[in-house]
């Protein structure tokens, strides 16, 4: 896809989010109608000196398409480089993290410190967009603090230097996670720039995403927090941005069957040993507020195989329908 052909559909997509959306669960957001998703960030620093996980953690594959590769950094030449990698996984954008507020990126200049220094954003946006041919994207908070709200100075910046479309996370670097949401910035962004603005933060359903899209005037929304353990929280949201229709959420049996579908995929592509690992966190969003999750909870946080994943999901399956 060249720049000029970069459409925003107006749905929701899935959020970059490290230690979380590799390549397993994107595939089964891809599944569940999510419009976009987005690679766990990458370092550019990592890529440009062939660090294996990182070029690892950026490849993309046909069944999660239409896939972003995101990228931090700080260096206008090496975040170039990385672009320029990252466009060579067959991915249909590069985004460029400047709201992470880890200290182990912020810290060091890149993710959200770049709201510090949107000349250096700009910069940074300009090589990656030349040094590529697909659309560059953004994805930004609403500024440092509560003191420097400057999303729109850096939203315009951006779309000077090249960028095809931006995300704004609707809260401050400061704000970390935290309620509330400044949708008036967002709006702010999207009415000062011509490009596509999708809006983030706390869109957890049908009404949450009407929400962010009425108050803001966004071309779409992205979901993180909300599409842990619940992937098809995407078909929901899509569902009623397309038609108006409210679907339940699926059945407990469903909900066993995509988890063990999705940590069976994360074992394929990890192996066993760190799949299994890596699954406990996933399990635990998985029967998030089902009855008697703490307990369940505690069993998973010593599971050792799939098939003990399998019997675990058929004890939860149970227990929902005796109680019921
Ligand atoms: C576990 C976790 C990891 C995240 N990793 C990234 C990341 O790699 N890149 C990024 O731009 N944002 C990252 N984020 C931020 C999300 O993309 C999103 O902006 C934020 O969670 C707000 O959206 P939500 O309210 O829908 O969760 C992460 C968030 C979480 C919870």
Same mark, same amino acid.
């Given at each position: 896809m ?11 997509c ?21 419009s ?6 990458v370092?550019?620093k990592?890529?440009v000196i ?14 999660e398409?239409?896939?972003a ?8 030449v ?28 912020s ?7 770049l709201?510090?220094?949107? *000349?250096? /954003?700009? @910069?940074i $946006? +300009?090589?990656?967009?030349? #040094?590529?041919?697909?659309?560059? =994207?953004?994805?930004? !908070? %609403?500024?440092w603090?509560?003191?420097? *709200?400057n /999303?729109v @100075?850096? $939203? +315009?910046?951006?779309?000077? #230097?090249?960028?095809?479309?931006? =995300?704004?996370?609707? !809260? %401050?670097?400061?704000q ?15 009415e ?6 999708t ?26 927090r ?8 995407f ?5 009623y ?7 339940p ?12 579908r999705?940590?069976?995929?994360l074992?394929e ?8 690992r890596?699954a ?33 999901a058929d ?10």
């Amino acid at each position: 896809m060249t720049r000029d052909e970069f459409r925003v559909e107006k749905a929701a997509c899935l959020a970059p989010m490290a230690g979380v959306t590799d390549r397993a669960f994107r595939e089964i957001c891809i599944e569940y109608g999510a419009s976009c998703v987005t690679t766990e960030m990458v370092s550019a620093k990592g890529l440009v000196i062939g660090d294996r996980k990182s070029r690892m953690l950026m490849e993309v594959t046909g069944a999660e398409m239409p896939a972003a590769v995101q990228i931090f950094g700080c260096e206008p030449v090496i975040m170039a480089k990385a672009a320029s990698q990252a466009e060579k996984t067959g991915c249909v954008s590069v985004d460029i993290n400047m709201g992470c507020p880890a200290p182990k990126v912020s810290g060091h200049g890149g993710g959200a410190a770049l709201m510090k220094d949107p *000349v250096l /954003a700009a @910069e940074i $946006a +300009k090589a990656c967009a030349e #040094a590529v041919s697909i659309p560059v =994207t953004c994805k930004i !908070r %609403t500024g440092w603090d509560e003191g420097s *709200v400057n /999303a729109v @100075e850096m $939203a +315009k910046r951006l779309e000077d #230097a090249g960028v095809s479309a931006l =995300t704004v996370h609707g !809260r %401050t670097r400061r704000q970390m996670y935290a309620p509330p949401v400044d949708y008036d910035t967002i709006r702010a962004v999207k009415e000062s720039v011509g490009i596509p603005v999708t809006g983030n933060g706390d869109v957890i359903d049908p009404a949450s995403a009407q929400l962010m899209l009425d108050k803001t005037g966004c071309d779409a929304v992205m979901v993180g927090r909300g599409a842990l353990g619940a992937p098809w929280v995407f078909k929901i949201i899509n569902e009623y941005l397309k038609t108006g229709a409210v679907i339940p959420e699926p059945p407990i049996e469903e909900r066993m069957a995509v988890m063990l579908r999705h940590i069976a995929r994360l074992c394929e592509y990890k192996g066993d040993y760190v799949g299994i690992r890596e699954a406990r966190k996933h399990a635990g969003w998985y029967i998030k507020g089902i009855r008697g999750a703490a307990s369940f909870r505690r069993e998973i946080g010593s599971l050792e195989s799939l098939d003990e994943l399998k019997a675990l999901a058929d004890k939860v399956i149970e227990s929902q329908v005796d109680e019921s």
